[in-house]
């Protein structure tokens, strides 16, 4: 409950009478001494506040803690969020009735709402632009202002740097640097495109492999998918567009990807348009304004300070008479904090005042280093010290101790979700700056989000890149003079008179040895400023006109085509023609069979089959019942009585595979298919290479347990002939182990799907004669299993993760390499189709598994702990 003092009333007895009757209570009352609701009225700026004193103003002078204390109340007295989180929680906590005070003042009110007020009026300014710029003539697309994708392609590079990157550690016998990445290029029906750049540094929690393989599910996964206009306001919309239309969570987007995703979306709405980024994420008021919008950005210089401090002083020297105004040193390499003082003092006194000096520490300091280190720079007016402590919590305590500015930056790369929220405890006023990496943060809408919420409290924005090529520079000069129009938004709202400049971290560019462009981005001295700077119009045209140093490129990531075909099975007295999709090269011996689930088909798997198919040969079939698969043999007038079994089912695919594989394959299967997966690596082991298997059983152990099962199941058989598919679709999917899948934004479509079965006799057959209850139970052959084993479980799924569990628990206790061949991996925020829910995770966990088989066959088993990041 919550109240104001205004109506603040209620005798000792009816509180009391009341009490005994229900559970414990939490009273919240904001205590504003009186009100004053006429405050935020235009007249109060007119009137004299002694008038508003008298005539409209109500004093309140109670104690509400004397008034709780004489009521038998427990009253705790708070002022910021972090006091009423903290309060909230003890009432809970204790079960007992509280009041919780809420102190604040008029003036602190009638201030916050002005900031609120002006902010609306900015919002409303902006949204009005921005539609005006959706709906002008010719830009519009049709009714629902999205624009059709054609294609997506990517390109690998590898170009050359003049150094090694300040990120990496090299040996002194490494005479040559590369930077490695992709370029996507985006192709809108209209024929308009957009580039962007994927490029994870090593010593993040992505690397290059895991990035491409995000890179080949989203090139068949942004097929002929529409996207929004509106995902250039940001602030959520992007995330919306990915969760909602690509069906992917936007957490399990690498950040590097994610980055390179929305700079070629963008740079595509852009040249739909006939605009630039910085245009369609902050629109100008008019056509006229576009051409004064010459926001050029400063660049800082990085200095990697290997050297004497004489030496880097020189160096810094140099760059200051080239034009720099901003210099950032690299600290904390090696040396003690007394020698990186020294070398800042000396640059210092070798640049002279007037020239901005940042440091970075890179977290590798314990806070008594840096604490030395700051004691020795009070007099060489730091603009702030970068991350200058190794553990997070010493932040703070820094902040307090040291007198020093400080920069965070490390401390934003690990926020991958909510940023905003994990950042309320940074508010610090010795936290003056963040500096922000697009392609670590997950992109320009967190990069954004983040950068608001420096501004609201008053801190710089640095954009900073992380040594990518001159698309990646032009698109983060475009972003940084958009951060700066945000900047003079908040200034104004917050009555700040004077906006600091800025120079943001694109020093980078000067390890550029090669390029991925002909015509890279020119950041040089502005002849009117003498100031280094990145030009925005040369950064529009850099983007606009891009093109493909065809040089740096090596393999191109394209559409891959998928081969159907039926193959005809006999065992005994059955037949089946199998319905069979393939796609990668058919000469691969590196094979995935993926076995789908109930109610499934083959085209379950197509996007993760596609995914793979640079590096492997995909094979999926329709199971008996399923799709296009066709049972043959039937017996006449069998009803849904059980006569198939999952052991008929897998002999089926194992001459199945014998006859288009001829080396050994790896299986991938979910739940149903998962159960056959597990049994053909038990029984036909001098076949299968490894398993995957996604939320899939070994059955059930007692008897009991098994007879009920198989009644249900055979119950639900029944209801599929008798009812019909689309009913039991329905009651099926409603169950609670769908929960998860429910709240795909795909549900409806994947529902379709599984409604398009025509030989409902095999399909109800499959589900009675292949339930757990009667299929054979593989618990106690568990423990001489010697196929690898994958199991992946939905970490909502708690079912499967218990049997996940115990399944590891059995394996491999009767031969000698135990259970170190098998892993168990947990997908986040997903149920039981993991597969379909979250399916990013599954192909990095999927990857890493192929690639442990494979070094497995060389004895080198390793270690498969960090199956996602």
């Not at 604040?104 to 709402?113: P, Q």
């Not at 977290?363 to 700051?374: D, G, L, Q, V």
């Not at 030989?759 to 004669?769: E, H, K, P, V």
Request: glycine share 6%; with cysteine; net charge negative.
């Amino acid at each position: 409950m919550g109240g104001s003092t205004d109506h603040f009333g209620c005798t000792e007895a009816e509180w009391r009478e009341e009490r005994k009757l229900r559970k414990s209570m939490t009273i919240l009352v904001v205590n504003n001494h009186g009100g004053a609701i006429f405050s935020l009225l235009p007249l109060a700026d007119k009137v004299e506040p002694s008038t508003l004193h008298q005539y409209f103003y109500t004093s309140h002078n109670i104690s509400i803690r004397e008034l709780c204390m004489a009521h038998g109340i427990r009253h705790l007295h708070v002022k910021t969020k972090a006091e009423l989180e903290e309060a909230l929680s003890v009432a809970q906590h204790e079960q007992m009735d509280y009041m919780v005070e809420i102190e604040s003042s008029i003036d602190a009110n009638a201030s916050f709402h002005s900031i609120l007020k002006k902010f609306t009026l900015q919002t409303a300014q902006h949204t009005i632009r921005f539609l005006s710029l959706i709906f002008s003539q010719r830009s519009i697309k049709d009714e629902f202002c999205s624009h059709k994708t054609r294609k997506i392609q990517c390109s690998k590079y590898r170009i050359a740097l003049s150094a090694p990157p300040t990120s990496a550690s090299v040996g002194d016998s490494c005479k040559e640097f590369y930077r490695e990445g992709f370029i996507l290029s985006l192709i809108l029906e209209d024929g308009s495109v957009g580039y962007g750049e994927v490029a994870p540094l090593e010593i993040h929690k992505e690397n290059l492999v895991d990035a491409e393989y995000q890179l080949r599910y989203l090139v068949h996964a942004m097929e002929q998918v529409d996207i929004s206009c509106f995902v250039s306001l940001l602030k959520g919309s992007f995330s919306y567009w990915i969760w909602n239309e690509l069906g992917i969570l936007p957490s399990s987007i690498f950040p590097s990807v994610r980055c390179g995703l929305e700079m070629a979306i963008l740079n595509a709405i852009a040249d739909a348009k006939g605009s630039n980024m910085l245009n369609i994420l902050h629109p100008p008021t008019n056509e006229n304004s576009k051409c004064e919008r010459s926001l050029d950005v400063q660049i800082c210089a990085l200095v990697n300070s290997n050297g004497s401090p004489t030496e880097v002083a020189n160096v810094a020297a140099t760059l200051v008479m080239e034009g720099f105004s901003a210099i950032k040193l690299k600290v904390a390499r090696g040396g003690n904090p007394m020698q990186d003082a020294a070398l800042i003092r000396e640059v210092r006194k070798k640049v002279g005042c007037q020239i901005i000096i940042r440091a970075d520490a890179n977290r590798n300091w314990t806070y008594e280093e840096a604490m030395t280190f700051s004691s020795l720079v009070q007099d060489c007016n730091l603009q702030y010290i970068e991350e200058p402590v190794k553990d997070e919590d010493d932040i703070l305590k820094f902040c307090e101790e040291s007198g020093l500015p400080v920069a965070l930056d490390e401390t934003i790369d690990e926020i991958q979700e909510n940023p905003v929220e994990k950042l309320m405890k940074f508010t610090h006023p010795a936290i003056t700056a963040v500096v922000i990496k697009p392609s670590v943060v997950g992109g320009f809408e967190n990069a954004a989000l983040i950068a608001q919420w420096a501004h609201q409290l008053g801190k710089m924005a640095v954009v900073s890149a992380a040594f990518e090529s001159s698309l990646s520079l032009s698109a983060y000069t475009l972003f940084s003079s958009y951060l700066e129009l945000l900047s003079l938004d908040a200034l104004e709202v917050l009555d700040n008179a004077v906006a600091p400049t800025v120079a943001h971290g694109l020093g980078t560019y000067r390890w550029l040895k090669e390029d991925v462009t002909p015509n890279p981005l020119l950041i040089c001295r502005n002849p009117h400023s003498g100031v280094v700077e990145a030009s925005v119009a040369n950064a529009s045209r850099v983007v606009h006109d891009f093109q493909v140093n065809q040089n740096v490129m090596s393999n191109i990531i394209a559409e891959e085509p998928v081969r159907q075909y039926q193959l005809k099975v006999e065992l005994n007295s059955l037949s089946c023609s199998f319905e069979v999709c393939e796609t990668g090269p058919q000469t691969n011996d590196n094979i995935l069979v993926f076995l789908h689930g109930f109610l499934g088909t083959g085209k379950d798997w197509i996007n993760i089959m596609k995914t793979f198919s640079g590096s492997a040969r995909c094979i999926s079939v329709d199971l008996p019942g399923h799709g296009k698969s066709i049972l043959h043999g039937v017996k006449e007038g069998g009803g849904v009585e059980p006569w198939l079994s999952l052991e008929i089912i897998a002999h089926m695919l194992h001459k199945l595979i014998l006859h288009i594989a001829p080396a050994k394959v790896t299986l991938v299967g979910y739940s149903m298919g998962a159960r056959i997966a597990l049994y053909m690596a038990l029984k036909f082991s001098t076949k299968t290479k490894g398993a995957v298997l996604i939320s899939g059983s070994p059955g059930l152990k007692d008897k009991l347990s098994r007879k009920i099962r198989a009644a249900k199941d055979d119950s639900r058989a029944r209801a599929v002939v008798t009812h019909g598919l689309q009913l039991f679709v329905s009651s099926w999917y409603a169950g609670e182990l769908w929960k998860g899948l429910r709240s795909h934004p795909h549900f409806n479509r994947i529902i379709t799907s599984r409604s398009e079965h025509d030989d409902m006799q095999t399909l109800a057959q499959m589900l009675s004669g292949l339930s757990t209850g009667r299929q054979p139970s593989m618990w106690e052959d568990l423990p001489y299993c010697r196929v690898p084993l994958l199991i992946v479980h939905g970490e909502k799924d708690t079912k499967f993760r218990k049997i996940a569990q115990a399944m590891m628990n059995s394996l491999g206790s009767k031969h000698e390499k135990g259970n170190v061949i098998h892993e168990v991996v947990e997908v986040p925020n997903c149920g039981h189709a993991a597969h379909l829910e979250n399916p990013l995770p599954i192909i990095a966990a999927l990857r890493r598994f192929m690639t442990r088989l494979t070094d497995g066959s060389k004895h080198n088993i390793i270690s498969f702990q960090d199956a996602m990041y």
